[in-house]
Structure formats: C-alpha cells, structure tokens
C-alpha cells in the first residue's frame, strides 16, 4: 500500500506562488505515475497536472500551462507543484494521486492511490 499526504496548502493572494508537496510512505513511488488533481467547491474534480515515472514526461491542464510546474524527487519519495501567478479560480482542494503503471495521465480512473488532500485558497 502507498500512503500520500499532500502539504503547503494555505491562503495567497492573486498573482503570488505556492507550492505543495506529496510525500509517499509505505513504499517507494520511483516507478509510479503521479498526478495532481483538483476540486473546487461544487464542482468536479478536474486534472491539474502530471508527471511520468522518471520525470521525462509531464502534462499540463490549459488553465495552468505556463504558470505551475509539476516535478519529483524520487529520492525523497516526493512530488511537487510550483504554483506562480495564481488566480481566485485556482482555489481548490489539491490532490496528488499515484499510477503503479508509470503514466502521467489526466484521467483519473487509472490512479491506484489518492492523498487526503490540501486547500488552497486564492483571493482576489
């Protein structure tokens, strides 16, 4: 079993930086996919960005390219995401989920493991 619990989350106003962490426990994630996710108040939870099991290959959703980054550390069992310029639409619980088949996927349905969560708050 992986345990993923995400931090840094916290209240920023608009156009500053954030940035939250995965840390994996249980054991090693180097082979996995990871993911961020996203779910605003009332809405769906919608994909953020993704990183492929060597850090080779990322994805980003529209709403974000160019302003976050998404990386690892597979020696610190970790992920992160760099978020800059951020904007009121940004504010949502902040998810990171684990693929065990290595891919970098947008679609939630291949993600095996899930972190609690961590709430960012964006104001205007």
């Known amino acids: 079993q992986v345990q993923l619990v995400e931090s840094g989350g916290g209240l920023v106003q608009a156009g500053g930086s954030l940035s939250i962490s995965c840390a994996a426990s249980?054991?090693?994630?180097?082979?996995?996919?990871m993911g961020w996710f996203r779910q605003a108040p009332g809405k769906e939870r919608e994909f953020v960005a993704g990183?492929?099991?060597?850090?080779?290959?990322?994805a980003y959703a529209d709403s974000v390219k160019g302003r976050f980054t998404i990386s690892r550390s597979n020696a610190k069992n970790t992920m992160y995401l760099q978020m800059n310029s951020l904007k009121p639409e940004d504010t949502a619980d902040y998810y990171c989920?684990?693929?065990?088949?290595?891919?970098?996927?947008?679609?939630?349905?291949?993600?095996?493991?899930w972190g609690q969560g961590t709430q960012v708050t964006v104001s205007s």
């Open positions: 989920a684990a693929d065990a088949a290595g891919r970098a996927s947008a679609d939630p349905r291949p993600y095996d493991y």
């Open positions: 249980g054991r090693t994630v180097s082979m996995y996919g």
């Open positions: 990183i492929n099991w060597s850090g080779s290959s990322t």
